[in-house]
């Protein structure tokens, strides 16, 4: 059976909800899930796929921190256990990370019968009552302009509490809809923040909190992986077998970096290529070197940075 896999759980979950199965190992957990059929792929499209996966993701929350995936990430059995072994580091960093804090959702509504006599004069409504003619176009622009400035507003008042924020789909009437995580002595802080939200249109703004719940992170987990011709061309970049122990690899990596000639984007290439290398060894080390790919976990944070750890050190 072909499974994705939907979220790490940073302990050893004895049950999960119903549908799905995990792989336990260093004290972890690895939450796989049938992967669907063509039938199901060709009839649900993106949108029931990506509330499928929610909705197991919101079942995984009861249960404690979450690390989540994305939708649709294929992960056999066997792949997720060397996962947990491999990149025990980075899943017991990344649990760290968001332990301590809390998950929350903060949805910004606003009346909108009510926007044009309350922000008469606002920069954005009130060449509308200059006396010229308005068309509806001009009417929506102006109103959208508006909306934009108070969410952008409240963003930047939640800014000093709300960690990791990640803006949701909004309904229509919706100016922000927000997930974030909170530190548990931020609260107070979290407190003010609303009540100056709330100031900005005290008649016609409505704000509903959710949480707290438990953390669920708001980077991804992902799987890089790589085959045999890469594996030769990290060698060949590196000039060492692609065999290489790991401190041949980390000195040969220290070397490239230290070249006068080293252009300027060919760092973290020789950075990846050390990382791939060293995972090679680490799969090698446990008698698996014939496998097919050589998995590793990746961090993507929102801002779409990647950051990862190996097992045998960081390469340079």
Not at 65 to 88: H, K, N, Q, W, Y
Not at 127 to 145: D, H
Not at 277 to 299: M, Q
């Amino acid at each position: 059976m072909a499974h994705e896999i939907i979220a790490i759980l940073p302990c050893e979950a004895a049950q999960l909800p119903s549908g799905l199965t995990g792989v336990v190992g260093r004290g972890a957990t690895a939450v796989l899930a049938p992967a669907p059929g063509w039938a199901e792929r060709l009839t649900g499209g993106p949108k029931q796929t990506a509330v499928r996966h929610h909705s197991r993701l919101e079942a995984l929350m009861a249960m404690g921190s979450v690390l989540p995936f994305a939708a649709g990430i294929a992960c056999t059995p066997e792949e997720a256990a060397l996962l947990l072994r491999l990149d025990a580091p980075l899943i017991a960093r990344l649990a760290a990370e968001i332990g301590p804090r809390r998950h929350f959702q903060l949805a910004l509504d606003w009346d909108e019968s009510r926007v044009l006599a309350a922000f008469r004069d606002s920069p954005e409504l009130a060449p509308l009552f200059s006396g010229a003619a308005v068309t509806p176009e001009a009417l929506r622009q102006a109103i959208t302009a508006l909306a934009d400035r108070l969410s952008a507003t409240a963003l930047r008042l939640l800014d000093p509490v709300a960690e990791d924020p990640v803006e949701q789909p909004r309904a229509p009437g919706c100016l922000l809809n927000l997930v974030f995580l909170l530190r548990p002595e931020d609260e107070p802080r979290l407190d003010a923040a609303l009540q100056a939200i709330d100031a900005l249109w005290s008649e016609g703004l409505r704000l509903r909190l959710i949480g707290p719940s438990a953390p669920i992170s708001h980077a991804l987990v992902d799987i890089d992986r790589a085959d045999v011709a890469a594996l030769a061309a990290a060698a060949d970049l590196l000039k060492v077998a692609p065999e290489a122990g790991p401190e041949a690899v980390t000195e040969a990596a220290k070397a490239a970096l230290r070249s006068p000639d080293l252009a300027a984007n060919a760092a973290e290439q020789i950075r990846a290529a050390a990382r791939l290398l060293l995972r090679a060894g680490d799969i090698a080390a446990l008698g698996l070197s014939g496998a097919a790919t050589l998995p590793h976990l990746v961090h993507l944070r929102p801002g779409g940075r990647k950051s990862g750890l190996t097992s045998s050190g960081e390469a340079a």
